[in-house]
């Protein structure tokens, strides 16, 4: 900001942030430069299909969702497989969009879906649009949420 209050056009942009949160020991606010720095990179070459835009194909990297979330500490056993099955994930973006995940969609010893956070999208950095979610399991683009702002960590519990 400048002495006019004007944002000058050479500043960098504000980076995105997203809250991990919900049952986790550790919540944590991340930037998509931690999200790189802090977790090997993986690549996905991905085709979706969209309902208005037809067949869509990306190249993305970034961190997997399970390392990223098991760094937050989830309030489950680690070492017990049925803990772990109650678990979801709820992931939102900047314009409201949000999606769910099944834990056990991306847990190794469960579905194992090469889930990503997105750093990087066709060789361009997200960091001022915030990161993407990357579900290359998936025939359709719905759950490719982007501007990731939340990633809710949340276990089922029965109604009383
Ligand atoms: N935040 C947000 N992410 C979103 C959507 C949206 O409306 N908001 N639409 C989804 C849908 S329906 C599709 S097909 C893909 C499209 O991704 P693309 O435009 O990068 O190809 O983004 C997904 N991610
Ligand atoms: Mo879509």
Redesign the pocket.
Known sequence: MNRLGVQPRSSPARPAELALLGNVEHPATLTVGDLRDGWEQHRAEVV?D??TSGP?Q?RFEGPLLREVVLDAHPLFDVRRRKDRSRFVLAVS???G?RTVLAWAEIDADFGDAPVLLATRLDGRDLDTAGSQLVVPVDRC??R????ITHVWVGEWAVPA
């Open positions: 979706f969209c309902a869509q990306h973006g900047g314009d969009h683009g719905a490719y949420v982007s501007a």
